[in-house]
C-alpha cells in the first residue's frame, strides 16, 4: 500500500492518469509477490490443493452433460484441474482450453480433452492442436489474487477481461486459487469484470457485507 497514491486512502486525486499508474505499479509488485508465494508451497501441498478445488467446482457445475467447460493448462504454480476436465468428460461434457489469438484480442475455446494433440501456445503454455471453436458455459479462470468483490488479479495481459466482455452469452465464470490468495482489494479499474465466485481448497469464498 506505501506505493500507492494518498487518494486510495480515500483522499481525492486530481490526475487520473497518474491513479491508473499508481494502480498499475501496485499491480505489478503484487503479482511478483503472490507468485512467488504459491511458488513457494511444497508441490505436495499445491496437489492436495488442487483436489480439493476440482472437488468444489465439479459440485458447483453440476450436471455437466452437454455443457462446454473450459479450464486452462496450469502454469507457474497454478491449481493443476487437469483430472477434473478428465472426469467432466466421462460425464457427458465437452471440455476446452482458452487460446491467446494476438495481444489485445479476446481469447478463443478450442475443445480439447485428454490425449488429444497439442501445441505451444503463447508463454509456451500448451494449446489445442486441431479444437474446434466453442462458447463455453462455464469458464473456470485461474487468479494470482482475488479479492471481496470477486475481482481477480491476473498476469496483466487482460485476455479474461476482454473476452467476457465481448461475449454475446456470458458464461458462468470461476475464479480459482489459493485461500493465501487473497487480497482485501485489486483496486478494480473500468475494464475490470467481477467473477461470478472465486474457488479455493476452502470451497467458494463468501464475504460478509461490511467486513
Known amino acids: 500500500m506505501h506505493e500507492i497514491e494518498p487518494g486510495y ?4 486525486v486530481s490526475d487520473p492518469k497518474q ?3 499508481d494502480v498499475s505499479r501496485w499491480r505489478k509488485a503484487e503479482r511478483s509477490r503472490q507468485i512467488a508465494s504459491r511458488l513457494a ?3 505436495e501441498q499445491r496437489r492436495v490443493h488442487g ?6 467446482l465439479k459440485k458447483l457445475i453440476g450436471d455437466a452433460a452437454e455443457q462446454v467447460v473450459s479450464a486452462y493448462w496450469p502454469f507457474r504454480g497454478e491449481p493443476d484441474l487437469r483430472s477434473l476436465m478428465t ?4 460425464d457427458g461434457a465437452r471440455t476446452a482450453l482458452p487460446v491467446v489469438i494476438e495481444r489485445g484480442r479476446p481469447l478463443v475455446f478450442r475443445l480439447w480433452k485428454t490425449g ?3 501445441e505451444k501456445g503463447v508463454w509456451n503454455i500448451p494449446v489445442p492442436a486441431d479444437g474446434a471453436v466453442v462458447v463455453p458455459d462455464v469458464v473456470i479462470a485461474p487468479v494470482v489474487g482475488f479479492d471481496r ?13 476482454r473476452t467476457l466482455a465481448a ?12 485461500s493465501s490468495a487473497f487480497m482485501p482489494t485489486i483496486y478494480p479499474q473500468a475494464h475490470d469484470i467481477p467473477m461470478d465466485a472465486i474457488i479455493t481448497e476452502q470451497g467458494e469464498m463468501r464475504f460478509d457485507v461490511g467486513v
Open 9 to 12: 486512502s480515500g483522499l481525492p
Open 19 to 21: 491513479q491508473e499508474l
Open 41 to 43: 508451497l511444497p508441490s
Open 51 to 56: 483436489k480439493r478445488i476440482a472437488g468444489h
Open 87 to 90: 472426469a467432466l468428460a466421462f
Open 116 to 118: 488429444d494433440r497439442l
Open 149 to 161: 468483490e470477486n475481482y481477480r488479479l491476473g498476469y496483466g495481459g487482460g485476455f479474461f477481461d
Open 167 to 178: 461475449t454475446t452469452k456470458r458464461p458462468r465464470v470461476f475464479g480459482v486459487g489459493y
